[in-house]
């Protein structure tokens, strides 16, 4: 059984690290991109960005003001015992989100839609978001993503119902056009992280999409040769627009493109897109059935990409 | 290309020199607003704060400000979509006498247009670096913080050589990001060739 205090304070840790700390994959990723980089202001954008993400690990403060919608990603152990079950986790995780409020770790951003309230604790209906994975074994595995608003809110996310007369055609042509409407101006702080979901009803395609883009390691690729190579054409062709960073205009205009996928209707093919921002924000941490905590280098949500 | 250190309160000549591209720096007096301060004013029909009314530089952000030890401490700033405010955004430059709004994501045409009448000019970051600005900047007081909360209230700051932020809309209205997205649009073409799609693809409508 894992004790409550236990995995409250894992999740609290989960999300200071997630709000400050930036992964290796993003790092690497960065690294690769200043190299490539050949515009000068394009090229300075990327080392400021780096630099300033790799301060907030040493101040132990956010890698941006917008440390956006609270949302969890718990892939859970088929015989994972936690001591007051999991609407205890759920409450566990809204208590660890008031507390990173209250210390600096996440802006108080989270509204009612309607009214406008401020809760001041990002803590409302619905909110935080909580997604689960069941797999075998006692373990779990708390992810947190800081989803920024720019990448949501600025074209970063859509969807489209493609019939299959249209393909994987219709499909490329959504998703670069999504992509360039959505960087215009820098709008989602490229050079962004473009997740694509397709197949499914429209839910299931956004939510494939959203798990794309901030839970994949940064450079996998899909298993499914056949989806791994539209990954790497986008890749290769949205690469080539001169995009550059903030949409100022250079060699790197995406970090990374990844798809999932479900079956769908032989009605139609529904295919979003969901962006996150460069400076991308998620940890995650493992808790052994035994109660050893065992810290991640980036999620391990798609086993392996 | 040129690079500019300017003071505010700016003069117009401060800022009809400047050209779309140009990199400056602000030290000086500025202020901060959201959405909840434009409606505020322009929607609720209430006035600005005294305070504000010789600052002519405004940044549109949210910072996460912490009380420590009586003081208020700078957590985190990074300049935010000056998009979502379009529709207030001529107004604003017009009613509040602004002279460089700092935000991203550029505006709009009516915001252009005012910023040409008026003598403005909007200005954009290149990066996502909330470390390297903190300590060029000083908050010197709030208002409004009970009405709006505390990333919506207007932060009034003293600013030492904040920067670099680019030129993206002129004194003449016009845009930087106009001619960077046609030439986006005009590799799309190429994008569209690698991916295989035909030149003559058309989507099947399926409703509407």
Redesign the interface.
């Known amino acids: 059984m894992i004790p409550t205090n236990l995995y409250e304070q894992i999740i609290f840790e989960t999300i200071r690290k997630g709000a400050t700390v930036v992964s290796e994959d993003v790092k690497k990723a960065f690294e690769n991109s200043i190299e490539q980089e050949t515009s000068p202001?394009?090229k300075?954008?990327?080392?400021?960005?780096f630099?300033?993400m790799q301060?907030?690990a040493v101040?132990d403060?956010?890698?941006?003001?917008?440390?956006g919608w609270p949302i969890f990603y718990f892939k859970v152990g088929n015989e994972c015992q936690l001591e007051g079950g999991f609407m205890e986790l759920e409450e566990a995780s809204r208590r660890a989100v008031i507390k990173a409020t209250e210390k600096?770790y996440l802006?108080?951003?989270m509204k009612n839609p309607l009214t406008?309230h401020?809760p001041?604790n990002n803590v409302g209906i619905n909110i935080p978001n909580f997604t689960y994975k069941f797999v075998p074994g006692g373990d779990i595995e708390i992810t947190y993503v800081a989803k920024g608003g720019?990448s949501e809110?600025?074209g970063g996310t859509r969807y489209r119902?493609?019939?299959f007369?249209?393909g994987v055609?219709?499909i490329?042509?959504f998703v670069?056009?999504s992509y360039?409407d959505a960087?215009?101006?820098?709008?989602i702080?490229p050079p962004s992280i473009l997740g694509v979901g397709i197949g499914g009803t429209a839910n299931i395609a956004a939510n494939l999409a959203k798990e794309a883009s901030c839970l994949r390691v940064i450079g996998s690729r899909h298993s499914d040769p056949m989806v791994a190579e539209i990954e790497e054409?986008?890749y290769?062709?949205?690469n080539?627009?001169?995009?550059g960073?903030?949409?100022?205009?250079g060699d790197v205009s995406v970090l990374a493109v990844n798809i999932e996928y479900a079956y769908t209707h032989i009605a139609?093919i529904a295919v979003a897109v969901s962006c996150n921002?460069?400076?991308a924000r998620r940890a995650s941490t493992r808790i052994l059935s035994n109660g050893t905590v065992v810290s991640m280098q980036s999620p391990d949500w798609f086993e392996g990409r | 290309m040129a690079t500019y250190h300017l003071n505010a309160p700016l003069l117009d000549a401060d800022v009809t020199q400047l050209k779309l591209g140009d990199m400056i720096y602000i030290s000086g007096k500025a202020f901060t607003c959201r959405s909840r301060l434009h409606k505020y004013i322009f929607d609720e029909g209430n006035k600005l704060p005294q305070a504000v009314e010789n600052r002519n530089v405004l940044i549109h952000t949210g910072p996460i400000v912490i009380r420590e030890q009586e003081k208020w401490k700078l957590v985190s700033f990074m300049p935010t979509s000056s998009i979502r405010f379009e529709k207030w955004g001529a107004r604003s430059v017009s009613e509040w006498n602004l002279k460089m709004i700092v935000g991203k994501t550029t505006m709009g045409e009516k915001t252009a247009q005012m910023m040409k009448q008026k003598k403005c000019v909007h200005v954009s970051p290149q990066c996502v670096s909330p470390n390297l600005w903190n300590e060029s900047i000083t908050i010197e007081g709030v208002e409004l913080f009970d009405e709006l909360g505390s990333i919506e209230a207007v932060w009034c700051l003293d600013l030492r050589d904040l920067g670099p932020f680019v030129v993206d809309i002129d004194c003449e209205g016009n845009n930087y990001f106009d001619d960077l997205y046609q030439a986006v649009r005009l590799k799309r073409e190429q994008a569209l060739a690698e991916l295989d799609i035909p030149e003559d693809f058309e989507y099947t409508k399926l409703y509407g």
Do not use: Q, Y
């Open positions: 202001v394009s300075v954008g990327l080392e400021m960005t630099k300033s301060l907030s101040k403060n956010p890698a941006c003001p917008d440390t600096g802006r108080s951003t406008g401020d001041g720019g809110c600025f119902m493609i019939a007369a249209d055609a219709g490329k042509k670069l056009d360039i960087t215009r101006a820098g709008a702080c054409n986008l290769g062709a949205i080539h627009l001169g995009i960073t903030m949409g100022f205009g139609g921002c460069m400076v």
